[in-house]
């Protein structure tokens, strides 16, 4: 079975994890980092780069924080695949041999189209309803439960 790297898994678990725990209030990095047991400065790395993709948007001040940028069933797993994937693209080391670019290549490319088909039907609306679903514990400040 072939998974996310650590970094894309971070990446579509903390947007999921805005989604779900958003209110009016910015979700802010240290209850991020509490609920996905990571340390805020590895998590505002890929944070910053979803801002910078406009995914999320992100919120200064002493209640700062982030929240998403567009709706949650506007952004598809696929999109923050885009994200990572364009800031860690290391291509496979295709072999040059005639089995390689004859069979190898398009098995990849074509297993490649069909992961991102997939995952460009799942949206972080889809993911949301899951943990609904799963009854996770879900975080609301002041009593306000709002998602875009």
């Not at 005639?98 to 990849?108: E, H, I, K, S, Y």
């Given at each position: 079975m072939?998974?996310p790297?650590?970094?894309?898994?971070?990446?579509?678990e903390a947007?999921?994890?805005?989604a779900y725990?958003?209110?009016?209030?910015p979700?802010?990095?240290q209850d991020?980092?509490?609920r996905?047991?990571?340390?805020?400065r590895?998590?505002?790395?890929?944070?910053?780069?979803l801002?910078k993709?406009g995914?999320?948007?992100?919120?200064?001040?002493?209640?700062?924080?982030y929240?998403?940028a567009?709706?949650r069933r506007?952004i598809?797993?696929?999109?923050?695949v885009?994200?990572v994937e364009a800031?860690d693209?290391e291509?496979?080391n295709?072999?040059?041999?005639?089995?390689?670019?004859q069979?190898?290549a398009?098995?990849?490319?074509e297993?490649e189209?069909?992961a991102?088909?997939r995952?460009?039907?799942?949206?972080i609306?889809?993911l949301?309803?899951?943990?609904?679903?799963?009854r996770?514990r879900?975080?609301?400040?002041?009593?306000?439960?709002?998602a875009?």
């Amino acid at each position: 079975m072939i998974k996310p790297s650590k970094k894309l898994a971070l990446a579509v678990e903390a947007v999921v994890d805005i989604a779900y725990h958003g209110t009016v209030e910015p979700v802010q990095s240290q209850d991020i980092g509490r609920r996905l047991n990571l340390p805020r400065r590895y998590l505002e790395q890929v944070m910053q780069q979803l801002v910078k993709a406009g995914i999320l948007k992100g919120v200064r001040g002493p209640r700062g924080g982030y929240r998403l940028a567009r709706e949650r069933r506007r952004i598809s797993i696929a999109d923050v695949v885009a994200v990572v994937e364009a800031n860690d693209a290391e291509p496979a080391n295709i072999s040059v041999s005639d089995l390689g670019q004859q069979v190898m290549a398009p098995f990849w490319a074509e297993h490649e189209r069909a992961a991102l088909a997939r995952l460009d039907s799942v949206t972080i609306e889809d993911l949301c309803q899951e943990a609904e679903k799963s009854r996770v514990r879900r975080e609301v400040k002041d009593g306000i439960d709002f998602a875009i």
